[in-house]
Nanobody, 126 residues
């Protein structure tokens, strides 16, 4: 069992940066693949980034590659999403998710993740 709580969202201007955090509880966090997804109003939830259980595997959506960085600190049971050069199209609710099977390939579909946080809102004004 993994419980996830996101934080760090807010209202920023285009070009600004934000760092989202996802605090996890539960023994399986260390061995979980962790992902960030986002959902804009009226749109499907989409993959943003994911990281393997020891940080050795990374995956990013093309739309955020070069601007966003996912990282994790297993000692703190936390995964981060550093978002730079934010654009208005990055506006969405951002969700942290966990796949508790460390040997899986990095997953990019929401249904492939078992645990979810409640989300944090990011609004980027132009």
């Amino acid at each position: 069992q993994v419980q996830l709580v996101e934080s760090g969202g807010g209202l920023v201007q285009a070009g600004d940066s934000l760092r989202l955090s996802c605090a996890a509880s539960g023994r399986t966090f260390t061995y979980s693949i962790m992902g960030w997804f986002r959902q804009a109003p009226g749109k499907e939830r989409e993959f943003v980034a994911a990281i393997g259980w020891i940080g050795e595997r990374l995956s990013y959506a093309d739309s955020v590659k070069g601007r966003f960085t996912i990282s994790r600190d297993n000692a703190k049971n936390t995964v981060y999403l550093q978002m730079n050069s934010l654009k208005p199209e990055d506006t969405a609710d951002y969700y942290c998710a966990a796949d508790p099977s460390p040997l899986h390939a990095i997953r990019t579909f929401p249904y492939e993740y078992e645990y979810w946080g409640q989300g944090t809102q990011v609004t980027v004004s132009s």
